[in-house]
């Protein structure tokens, strides 16, 4: 990152004696995208089904949103503005704290910030000294950006997502206040922001002046009408242009030498626009009105002429897709948020016909050049292989009657027959194929897959205590402190200490209903937000996830958070990486793929910074905890007691108490928010099934102005609604795997012993031998029927079932009925894109270890009962 620091550090007249004039201009249009920033990882971009051309389809794959973003209240962003209002708090303490380091930079520091109250005048006066010159002084410009700054409050929330973005992105950016000061990405950026707002009030002239001055100072040339999002890092951005008609959105991450432009002389809308999330590597040309997808990945210079789908990489000139025009490779990160400049096209996926030609010419090439090293890597497979057969004949004198599966390949198994972008999927299709019983060898692991409700009873319920374990999982072990959270704890005599914990004091009925104030609240919060922006799109998906994790934070701790988005992602990514699906579980007892996938190092680093998240809130509740008189009913309220004076037959540490907390946050945030959000999208394809849960939510509440959880029980529909959402969008559609103790036997077949079993829920809740038209969404089929989710029905085991079945039902459902109540009580909805009726919405599934919309779920919400 480049540092620019200013020959002379003049201080503008007009610092200390005139106030900046504020001025009304009309047909104002702001500079932000219409959409929140993504920090989670939930939102998942709209796919559509891949059919393009050579290089791309001309036909949109994701819609940006092209309209201008409203202004934004304070109110609407709760937790997230309260956090990025906190770092003009932590940029003057930086500043503080290098005057202290280097006092000869006193004078500099406090005439940029130290002097300033608020970041308006600070920034006015940083790029007023950066940009000025002979012919544009310095207090003319900072009387020019004062005036926009403090008419537009939403340039400077823009301004510190910026800042948040590089600090978080750039390992180069040691602090808030050497971004604010020296990294010209960021500064252009903001000069942009200001000479934007003054394009869209027509005052043109002065806004062409001040993108000349950035292109002078900068070497930046961003035209004032481009329109820009938040949580923006333009790194190193030496040579970057942006055309006049360019759409940027929010946290997006371009390098230097990238051209956003236009093709030849045509006029008009005749430059690119780009998506959420996207990452555009250095030298990149993307060229004319194309697309690019949220959260798609521009390799370092390529050349874009055509669209670029969601969630993929283009790379080349011109572009093309990784994995080919069939089978695009699906993206399962946001790249512009992590920065990953990798093509990722070692996958077993991406093997289409267009890479399988490169891949082979580079392996002629290493052969040729690295030879000793390729003659080593195949001598090393190959005994691998020998080493694997001999052990096999030396151990397996008779061969087990396994079930049936796919063939299976030396050393891989079947990996490749379940590769793909939904695995649940994939075992479905082969299940038919095979049986409800089937056989894989998922590197050294031998796998059972249960796909039916007699083969899920007779590991659930015949062989409970057998498949009672699960098996060692590095990422579970390590992350969730040796495996001692209610998810992964062995089998035996701790476990059945935490699970009576969870029944008869943690999330038993009784204290689930005690936390009743906590959802009111947050619900309320909830529909207020909607209220304000009816009539106006919104993210639905991100209001839903916020909610359920406010929900659940306060249950635990009383409060939301101080550090609560790094502790969602963190959370987040731990449940991923602990779903035994990484190398290192794949061959656990591989030392060398163990040390060259560097899969424990990245563990054990994340599972340190959770640590001390965890060490800092709860010291700070045990601080607090006496001061809301909230001692009695809080979770971590519990578990601290139950760690300190409890008698119990196993002690609990403190590492225990961590670990079941993470798993009550993960788990009671992630699975409320992805049901709900499935439910709604179920009722917008189903206009009559959305009318009849609307009908009776009115009807018992029409003497309320608001829903609450008096009469929540007689809401007789809605809870068919939620049943039929968890069959079709079970949140887990494979349940974690299960591991026997002993050899058993199931439909005539030997499952031998340290045996992994994953349970196809999905595959069982659409299976027509017990579901009539499985696929249709039809809450009715529940009426007069006994079939419930509480285990004991093995066709509809959404919660799992016998003893590993989540304890945690009561506390879920809690979360559930209110929050979609409340939805279906106020508001009338409608899809965001006008030109789609809603039952055309779409509804690709993005795999997990919860499975949640692919793409967000952006909805216009109709105030039909106001709330009070």
């Not at 249950?555 to 731990?574: C, M, N, P, R, Y």
């Not at 300190?644 to 009671?668: F, M, R, Y």
Request: hydrophobic share 40%; charged share 20%; net charge neutral.
């Amino acid at each position: 990152m480049s540092l620019n620091f200013p020959g002379s550090l003049p201080l503008p007249h007009s610092f200390s004696h005139k106030n900046p004039p504020k001025k009304s201009h009309k047909n104002t249009i702001f500079c932000t995208v219409n959409s929140r920033t993504q920090v989670v990882l939930e939102n998942n971009p709209k796919f559509c089904t891949p059919n393009y051309p050579d290089q791309f389809s001309q036909t949109p794959i994701s819609k940006i949103q092209t309209q201008t973003s409203p202004v934004h209240q304070n109110e609407e962003l709760n937790e997230e503005n309260d956090d990025v209002d906190d770092i003009w708090l932590k940029l003057k303490d930086e500043a503080r704290s290098d005057v202290d380091h280097e006092p000869i930079l006193s004078n500099y520091y406090f005439t940029s910030i130290l002097s300033h109250h608020v970041m308006e005048s600070a920034l006015a006066g940083h790029l007023s000294v950066k940009l000025g010159d002979s012919s544009l002084p310095n207090g003319t410009l900072f009387d020019v950006f004062m005036s926009v700054l403090t008419e537009d409050q939403e340039i400077v929330t823009s301004v510190k997502y910026d800042l948040r973005a590089v600090k978080e992105r750039d390992p180069a950016c040691i602090s808030y206040v050497q971004c604010f000061l020296n990294f010209k990405g960021f500064l252009a950026c903001q000069a942009h922001r200001i000479a934007h707002k003054l394009w869209s009030q027509d005052r043109k002239v002065i806004a062409l002046i001040i993108q000349n001055r950035v292109s002078e100072v900068f070497a930046v040339d961003i035209h004032p009408g481009a329109r820009i999002g938040r949580g923006i890092l333009f790194d190193h951005a030496t040579g970057l242009v942006i055309g006049e008609t360019a759409v940027i959105g929010d946290n997006v991450s371009i390098l230097h030498n990238v051209t956003l432009g236009g093709t030849g002389k045509i006029c008009g809308d005749r430059h690119p626009k780009i998506g959420d999330g996207v990452l555009i590597g250095a030298g990149t040309c993307v060229l004319g009105n194309v697309k690019i997808g949220e959260g798609a990945k521009i390799g370092a210079g390529s050349v874009v002429l055509r669209d670029v789908p969601p969630r993929t990489t283009a790379v080349g000139n011109p572009a093309k897709l990784i994995g080919g025009k069939e089978n695009p490779i699906r993206l399962d990160k946001i790249p512009g948020l992590t920065m990953d400049h990798t093509l990722h096209i070692n996958e077993w996926s991406d093997y289409d016909q267009t890479w399988q030609l490169m891949v082979s010419q580079r392996l002629k090439s290493s052969m040729e050049f690295t030879f000793p090293l390729f003659q080593t890597i195949i001598t090393f497979l190959f005994m691998l292989l020998i080493i694997k057969i001999l052990n096999r004949s030396k151990t397996n004198h008779s061969t087990p009657n396994l079930p049936p599966g796919p063939r299976k390949l030396p050393l891989i198994g079947n990996i490749l027959d379940v590769a793909g972008s939904l695995p649940h999927h994939t075992l479905g299709k082969l299940a038919k194929k095979y049986g409800p019983l089937m056989h894989l060898q998922l590197g050294e692991n031998s796998t059972i897959i249960a796909s039916s409700a007699e083969t899920a009873k007779e590991v659930m319920k015949t062989h409970d205590v057998n498949f009672a374990n699960r098996p060692f999982l590095l990422a579970a072990h390590i992350l969730a402190y040796k495996s001692t959270n209610i998810m992964f704890s062995p089998y035996g005599d701790y476990w059945r200490q935490l699970r009576r914990i969870c029944n008869t004091e943690l999330l038993s009925s009784k204290h689930v209903q005690s936390l009743r104030p906590i959802r009111e609240q947050e619900v309320s919060n909830l529909i207020h937000t909607i209220f304000k922006q009816s009539g106006s799109v919104i993210n639905l998906s991100e209001l839903i996830f916020t909610l359920s994790y406010g929900i659940t934070a306060r249950s635990v701790f009383g409060k939301k958070l101080k550090h609560q988005a790094e502790l969602i992602s963190l959370t987040d990514e731990a449940i991923e990486l602990s779903g035994g699906f990484t190398l290192t579980d794949l061959y656990p007892s591989s030392k060398v793929i163990s040390f060259f996938s560097g899969v424990r190092p990245k563990l054990e680093k994340m599972h340190q910074r959770i640590d001390e998240l965890l060490d800092d809130i709860i010291k700070e509740h045990k601080t607090h905890q006496n001061e809301e008189g909230d001692a009695n009913h809080l979770l971590a309220d519990v578990l601290l007691k139950l760690q300190e004076t409890g008698n119990l037959e196993v002690p609990l540490t403190i590492d225990n108490v961590k670990a079941i907390i993470v798993d009550v946050i993960a788990a009671g945030s992630d699975t409320s928010s992805t049901v709900i959000e499935w439910a709604m999208s179920e009722l917008l394809k189903n206009p009559s099934i959305m009318d009849k849960a609307q009908t009776e939510v009115r009807r018992v509440f029409s003497t309320k102005s608001t829903v609450d959880e008096t009469d929540i029980q007689s809401l007789d529909f809605l809870k068919l609604v939620i049943k039929e959402t968890l069959r079709l969008h079970p949140p887990a559609p494979l349940m974690l795997p299960m591991e026997n103790k002993e050899k058993c036997e199931i439909n005539r077949y030997d499952i031998p012993a340290k045996t992994r079993v994953v349970v196809n829920v999905w595959a069982i809740g659409r299976d027509p031998k017990y579901w009539t038209e499985p696929e249709r969404f039809n809450p009715e089929r529940f009426v007069n029927s006994s079939i419930d989710f509480r285990g004991l029905d093995f066709e509809y085991i959404p919660f799992g079932a016998g003893r590993r079945i989540c304890p945690g039902i009561s506390f879920g459902l809690a979360n559930l009925e209110l929050p979609l109540a409340s939805l279906l009580y106020h508001f009338d909805w409608e899809v965001a894109n006008g030109s789609m009726k809603n039952e055309e919405l779409d509804m690709t599934e993005s795999f997990g270890t919860v499975v949640k919309r692919k793409s967000v779920l952006k909805l216009v919400p109709t105030v039909v009962h106001p709330p009070t």
